[in-house]
């Protein structure tokens, strides 16, 4: 029997290294297919906003999170510097990894970075069928502040954004 992984067994790195962006790009495109249904207008969607984060990347403002495992990643995501607030983006931990702490540690580094940086606030898109990583946003003080009908993955959902306000 394989033995699960633990948080312990996850290294987390924070600068991009070639092939990063176009696996994440595919591990959403592939997940999000399996898992929800969502067509190839979200793979899409997430390389524009890759190529965004990269071409506007400062290392002062803007942060990776890459969780990896023997060399592998199993789970990302990442701040981007909006002005006045942070977007967070492509919170993503692959099925096995999920539910042994990795989500949690990720929010934390997030939190920590964008209090660094002395951010005022932060949000996030998200759909409705994205309940577990809801519940970690709500959790470290995120709010749900929109919602919207949505056809754009290739389906009917509700996109819903989140907003954080710190002190």
């Keep these: 029997m394989k033995k699960r992984p633990s948080l312990e067994d996850i290294s987390i790195r924070t600068e991009l290294r070639p092939g990063d962006i176009g696996y ?15 067509g190839i207008s979200f793979e899409t969607y997430v390389a524009k906003g890759l190529c965004e984060f990269y071409e506007k990347y400062h290392s ?3 942060r990776v999170w890459v969780c990896e495992h023997h060399d592998r990643m199993v789970g990302f995501l990442l701040l981007m510097d909006r002005g006045k607030a ?5 919170f993503l931990i692959q099925p096995e990894y999920r539910g042994i702490g990795l989500g949690s540690k990720l929010m934390s580094l997030y939190m920590d970075f964008l209090r660094e940086c002395g951010y005022p606030a932060s949000y996030l898109w998200t759909t409705h069928e994205l309940s577990t990583a809801a519940f970690l946003y709500k959790r470290v003080g995120f709010k749900l502040t929109e ?4 056809t754009a993955f290739g389906k009917p959902l509700r996109e819903q954004r989140y907003d954080l306000l710190l002190a």
């Design 60 to 62: 002062g403002r803007n």
């Design 86 to 90: 942070a977007q967070l983006r492509y």
């Design 24 to 38: 994440v790009i595919y591990m959403h495109g592939d997940l999000y297919k399996k898992e929800y249904d969502y």
């Design 147 to 150: 919602e919207k009908q949505s």
